[in-house]
């Protein structure tokens, strides 16, 4: 009688298995639709000549926007003359926003020389920024071993990479901050600090965005910085031209924090002594002069 349940009880588990092993029909996902993507930007510059004279040459030929940093612009460097010249830009924008790409190239006498101006993905995403719509900057030229004598170019340039026209182009708005604080809002600027956090390579950032609202460009820096309660050196200044915005950061090196006692951790109160002047005169008169308490 055992041996005949033990039977039956093997050959129930063997069933059992059986069952579970065998396999089922396969499920027919449910079909979803595909993710909506932002189209990518499309660069319709081409050949754009800017400067051609008797001593040099500077055309944007296109835009590579696969570059890995970001999209740059390609641009086509020619010394006419029997000297090297140096290519350089500055107070250059994008979209209204101040972007300050480092670029510079020597020419040797009667050649010429491609190159590419970059604008760095990281720093166009913090100002909204998705495509090179209009690209604005001041193109100096020069003799590379006689500075002294002078721009052979010193001018400003406006270009539409995109084909967009001036009236189309849209200037992103001020980011949302994680912790913001509007210092300063009148006719003439905006200053509104939005963040400020540890930084592993810097030490503590304070980001801040300003907004000039004048007919002349804006110099602005700070003297001290005061946190809690005890005075640092900032390392910091900012120029944006006229109607233009910016982002920048206010830089507190850690260094200097550890050496008067401050914890980075432990940051609760941060005084900032701010002056605005006219930037486009050497010694600018003040438009602002004053300090805000920021407490993160």
Not at 115 to 133: K, P, T, V
Not at 152 to 178: H, M, W
Not at 195 to 206: P, S
Not at 252 to 275: C, M, N, Q, R, Y
Request: aromatic content about 8%; charged content about 25%.
């Amino acid at each position: 009688m055992k041996r005949a349940l033990v039977l039956l009880l093997m050959l129930t588990l063997l069933i059992c298995a059986a069952a579970c092993g065998k396999p089922k029909d396969k499920e027919t996902a449910p079909e979803t639709a595909p993710e909506e993507t932002e189209p990518a930007a499309v660069y319709t510059i081409s050949d754009k000549v800017l400067v051609n004279n008797t001593e040099c040459a500077f055309t944007i030929t296109g835009v590579d926007s696969g570059n890995l940093w970001g999209p740059a612009l390609n641009v086509m460097c020619r010394s006419k003359t029997d000297r090297e010249l140096t290519f350089t830009v500055a107070s250059a924008s994008v979209n209204g926003y101040m972007t300050e790409p480092v670029w510079f190239i020597s020419v040797p006498a009667q050649s010429s020389q491609t190159s590419q101006i970059l604008f760095e993905s990281e720093q166009l995403e913090r100002c909204g920024i998705e495509a090179l719509d209009e690209v604005e900057f001041i193109l100096r030229i020069y003799d590379t071993n006689n500075m002294t004598a002078g721009n052979l170019v010193e001018d400003r340039f406006t270009v539409y990479p995109t084909g967009l026209s001036p009236e189309q182009i849209t200037v992103p708005a001020k980011p949302a901050g994680a912790d913001e604080y509007t210092a300063h809002s009148g006719e003439d600027f905006d200053f509104t600090v939005l963040e400020a956090r540890k930084d592993r390579f810097w030490g503590y950032i304070i980001a801040c965005y300003i907004d000039n609202k004048t007919d002349s460009a804006l110099r602005l820096y700070a003297d001290k910085v005061m946190v809690n309660g005890v005075e640092t050196d900032p390392l910091w200044g900012a120029t944006v031209d006229a109607g233009k915005r910016d982002i920048t950061d206010i830089i507190l090196s850690e260094t200097e924090l550890k050496e008067k006692g401050v914890a980075i951790d432990e940051i609760k109160e941060i005084e900032i002594f701010l002056t605005a002047v006219n930037g486009d005169e050497w010694l600018g008169e003040k438009i602002f002069d004053g300090s805000f308490t920021y407490r993160p």
